[in-house]
């Protein structure tokens, strides 16, 4: 036991740095695009609100958490969309909250759309070192509370079909000196792109990749998924990110409005014995006249 618990230190002390730079990642990023792509905002072509929640290194307590929550909608008769998103993360006793308001604006072509994106917002990061117990009874370096208010902005560009899509976005422009640990928060670049392929009606399989770079910070980090999607219905997928985990995918699509999702991700790493991490989302969307999703999104 003392043992884990060191070591949970170890952790905590050694990544404050790297989660002070660093956004969330969500395993299921095809389904939470919205959080570091303002430009995806109306794509869905409905008023559509997604939660999704986080949860890794299950065994070991107070590890690393994250909560999303956003909405998005076309407006009528405008190429253009409004939304927002909130995000929470934490680990131990630091605290990441960030809101942030979004706006698209959709140029319709004859082979597809192509989406112009603008965020605003802010973000609070805390750290309640107050909280800490420490063994040698006081410590100056616990003997106060960190708490900072940051505002950012965020732009990105999509291009979507029925088919394909492709995107890139930088949800934050500011390097933002967020007075945890001497950190900052790092510009964070994404790139997305995918494909549908229909071997019948009944099944069809949308490949994918997410790659995001944190230059001079952090390592490249690639996300290639493969989701296999039957009657239009259920989505069974396998993921990589590389160097990190393998990943397994569900998603079902309970009725015309109602989704449902789970990911679990096995490391490639020594925190195996801590069983990875899960992930689980839900849906919502409006705007469907009859109990069948006639054009089923696949993006």
Not at 9 to 38: E, H
Not at 155 to 163: E, F, P, R, T, V
Not at 185 to 201: A, C, E, I, M, V
């Amino acid at each position: 036991m003392m043992r884990i618990c060191l070591l949970y230190c170890f952790l905590v002390l050694s990544s404050l740095q790297l989660f002070a730079q660093q956004d969330a990642q969500y395993t299921g990023y095809m389904f939470n695009t919205q959080v570091y792509n303002p430009a995806y905002t109306g794509s869905r072509g409905v008023p559509s609100v997604l939660a999704y929640y986080r949860q890794q290194w299950l065994n070991i307590n107070t590890a690393p958490q994250s909560l999303a929550l956003s909405f998005q909608s076309p407006i009528k008769d405008k190429n253009m969309a409004l939304g927002f998103h909130v995000e929470s993360d934490w680990i131990g006793v630091h605290n990441r909250l960030s809101a942030f308001a979004s706006y698209a604006y959709i140029i319709n072509t004859n082979k597809g759309n192509i989406a112009l994106g603008l965020q605003a917002g802010l973000l609070n990061t805390a750290s309640n070192f107050s909280k800490v117990e420490t063994l040698d009874g006081y410590d100056p370096i616990y003997d106060s509370d960190v708490d900072k208010l940051s505002p950012n902005f965020g732009a990105g560009i999509y291009y979507y079909s029925d088919l394909f899509y492709i995107g890139a976005s930088v949800p934050h422009l500011l390097n933002q000196d967020i007075s945890v640990a001497d950190a900052k928060q790092s510009r964070h670049y994404f790139f997305t792109t995918g494909f549908l392929l229909s071997p019948s009606k009944n099944f069809r399989i949308k490949p994918s990749v997410l790659v995001k770079v944190v230059p001079n910070e952090a390592p490249v980090s690639v996300d290639a998924t493969v989701n296999f999607i039957i009657h239009n219905a259920l989505w069974l997928g396998v993921s990589h990110r590389w160097k990190e985990s393998v990943s397994f995918l569900a998603q079902y699509q309970i009725n015309k409005n109602l989704r449902l999702g789970y990911a679990y991700d096995y490391p490639l790493s020594k925190l195996y014995n801590w069983w990875g991490t899960h992930d689980f989302f839900i849906g919502y969307e409006w705007g469907f006249s009859n109990d069948r999703v006639l054009t089923p999104r696949y993006f």
